[in-house]
Structures are given as C-alpha cells and as structure tokens.
C-alpha cells in the first residue's frame, strides 16, 4: 500500500483530491492538510512515499516546500497554473496535474507514483554483487545468483546458476562476503542461499539438484530462519 498526504490551502480543492483517492485502492491517505508547515511537521514524524500538492500556497509555495526537503517523498504537483511544469521536473515529480483534472488524468498520475514505488522497493531489496578473487582475476557475482558455498581444504567454491567460482577463502571469509539475511550456514564445509532452497528435512537440504548435508550443530539456527 503507498501511503499519501495532500496539501492544499483551498478546502474545495483538498475534497476534490479526498473523493478522488477513495476510488485508488492501492494509496492509502493519512492526512488533508491546507497549511504547508502543519504538512511538514507531520511528515518529520510519519514518513509517507507519496505528497499531493499544490504549487501556490501563502507563505511558501510548494515547489519551495519541495526544496526545503533533504530527502523529499514523491510528489505529484496539483496547481491551476502551467508555467511552473518545467521547474516541478526539475525537482524529479512524478506528475503535474493541472486543475481541474479528471479522475483517469489522476489515475494515472497514481499508477506512475505506484510503479515508482514498486520499483524502488525492488531495488532496496536486491541484493548487491560483489568482487570474489579467483587466482589471478577478480570476479564479479550477483549474490541474488549465488545457490551455495562449498569449503575444500583452502579454498571455497561459489556455486551460482551460471557458473562455479573457485577462490582461496576460508570459510569464515566466505561467510562474511554473504550476507547474514539471505545465507546461512548448515555445515562446517556449506552456506546456502536461503532462496533457493527446495526441501529440507532434518539431515539434509536441496537445492536445485544438489542434495548438502545438515550439521547436527548448524540445524537449530537453519529451524529459526525457516519459521
């Protein structure tokens, strides 16, 4: 659910906004407000992705309130006036609706607020690559890809869905490379991603076609990040 505010100094204008966002079920509203300051010191307390909000406004207009943001939400700019369209861009709005709009005009400004947030969500969630050694090279690994880690003697093998990296780590090493959220340790010699895991029973745990042993010690802690 994208959670919203709207700023308006006009009362009309805000119950045109609020009868609008009753019909889009994926944006939540947790405030109308008609003063620009009251807005902004309900956002210091309760972020929201998304701001409405009108550019003409007593005291500060809303491009300014914008600019006074360090890390502002998303906005969609309402306003009666087309001359401010080029700078509202420049501050990376999301839309900029022209009064009065109709309800597919602002159904559409939403829905590219909605796939914004999708997609900074996504990205928030990814997980990063990194750089593993492999004798004279450095490798690049997207650990989304990465199925398990396999210790022979002094070295570990990165298995991903596309290749097998072979470096000269201990496992310790290995495991400080992954992160704790996504991977775990299941054996003195695997850590598996826990994505892709397919089955699990008490001593062993499959991943694609590989079957990896559990270790008695390690299988507590596989139970908890499973549950």
């Keep these: 659910m994208l959670q919203a505010i709207v700023i308006d100094d006009e009362p009309k204008a805000l119950e045109v906004v609020r009868e609008l966002t009753h019909k889009v079920t994926f944006i939540e509203v947790k405030g109308y407000f008609s003063d620009a300051f009251e807005a902004l010191g309900f956002l210091q307390q309760n972020p929201v992705q998304l701001v409405f909000l009108d550019i003409n406004m007593p005291d500060i207009s809303g ?6 943001m360090p890390d502002p939400p998303m906005i969609v700019f309402t306003t009666a006036y087309s001359e401010h369209a080029v700078e509202s861009f420049e501050l990376n709005a999301i839309d900029y609706l022209l009064k009065p709009f109709s309800l597919t005009r602002f159904l559409m400004a939403c829905n590219k607020a909605y796939e914004q947030f999708q997609l900074r969500q996504k990205k928030q969630t990814a997980l990063p690559s990194v750089f593993i050694k492999s004798g004279y090279e450095q490798v690049r690994v997207e650990l989304e890809d990465v199925l398990y880690a396999e210790s022979s003697g002094n070295y ?10 072979v470096s000269r780590l201990t496992m310790g090493e290995a495991e400080a490379l992954l992160p704790a959220n996504h991977f775990i340790r299941i054996h003195r010699a695997y850590i598996v991603a ?27 802690d596989l139970d908890k990040k499973i549950k």
């Design 63 to 68: 491009i300014q309130l914008v600019k006074t």
């Design 156 to 165: 570990v093998q990165f298995v991903t869905q596309h290749q097998k990296i």
């Design 194 to 220: 826990l994505k892709h895991l397919n089955k699990i029973d008490r001593k062993t745990v499959w991943i694609g076609n590989a079957e990896l042993p559990i270790g008695p010690t390690y299988l507590s």
